[in-house]
């Protein structure tokens, strides 16, 4: 299989944390690779408009990920859009301030970052609460005109625009349903690229369900590699390196969660010498209970 059109690293830090990951060395790499950077926009610094200049400067494309304060939400959810639209204008501001050139802005549909949180430490009474706000389906129809609305908007102003979406989104859509936008927060909305994140390291299911909804995606995020919020087990290389190949097979845009992961485990480098041309490893879940995940996935969407 030949090289994805494009191969986009996630990065998800504090303006501080930028100048150890974005070394001379790094820059280079990406250049080289002729990789883009999807960066999340933690805060809006003076620091982080200059590493978006040197890698511009690199020909590096760098992608604005919208990120939000821990008590706004994190993550664009049905019950935030005025503070990702809010987000969205300081964003267009202080880039045209700052004179950069942002490829294009991100935006990342997920449970409320309080919600995931709080799954962790009670994890039947959150799913409980995520199940009770199904009823909720005009305030789902409300945030999706308005997150749509905003997109047109920034499409109209020559912005391209991106989603992050759980896996779960394919099923909805296959089936003609809302049943997971409902349940999990996600918005099918219509942008110009549609990232599904299929992290073996956070799945059920694990590589089974990457290489299960692989064939339905045009852009697909592999991972995790460590960096960000995420507290969950890592990919190592080969891990990582199988994941790649069966997104490869199957999607022409490739994204990898996270950069600062792959520098701090130093398998950056290893990206230069990567054979895209190798077969992907057959598709396989390697457990029952991986294969359970997929066929209730998919059941819930096509019956509710």
């Known amino acids: 299989m030949p090289r994805p059109s494009s191969l986009v690293f996630f990065n998800e830090q504090d303006s501080p944390e930028l100048a150890a990951t974005f070394s001379p060395e790094v820059v280079t790499q990406l250049s080289t690779l002729q990789a883009g950077v999807a960066m999340g926009m933690r805060d809006l610094s003076d620091a982080r408009a200059a590493t978006i200049r040197t890698l511009e400067a690199a020909g590096v494309p760098v992608t604005a990920w919208v990120l939000l304060p821990r008590d706004e939400g994190y993550f664009a959810t049905h019950d935030n859009p005025h503070h990702i639209e809010a987000a969205c204008a300081r964003l267009r501001e202080w880039s045209a301030d700052h004179r950069l050139s942002l490829s294009s802005i991100g935006l990342d549909f997920e449970p409320d970052l309080r919600d995931l949180d ?18 909720r389906l005009p305030v789902l129809e409300a945030a999706a005109r308005r997150y749509q609305t905003l997109i047109d908007t920034l499409r109209a102003a020559r912005w391209k625009v991106e989603t992050y979406q759980f896996p779960f989104v394919v099923d909805d859509r296959r089936f003609a349903s809302r049943f997971w936008q409902r349940t999990l927060g996600a918005l099918a909305v219509d942008a110009d690229l549609e990232v599904v994140m299929l992290y073996s390291s956070l799945l059920p299911a694990g590589h089974g369900m990457l290489s299960h909804y692989a064939p339905h995606c045009r852009a697909i995020a592999v991972g995790s590699t460590g960096g960000g919020i995420d507290p969950l087990p890592k990919l190592s ?28 485990q130093q398998v950056l480098g ?26 209730l996935a998919g059941a819930l969407a096509r019956w509710f």
Do not use: Y
């Open 118 to 135: 709080e799954l962790m430490v009670k994890p039947l009474r959150t799913v409980g609460r995520w199940m009770f706000r199904r009823g």
């Open 270 to 295: 290893r990206f230069a010498s990567f054979d895209w041309n190798r077969p992907a490893p057959p598709s396989f879940t390697q457990r029952i209970g991986g294969r359970s995940v997929i066929t």
């Open 237 to 264: 290389w080969p891990e990582l390196e199988r994941d790649l190949l069966t997104a490869a097979a199957h999607a022409s845009h490739v994204f990898v969660f996270s950069l600062e992961g792959c520098v701090a």
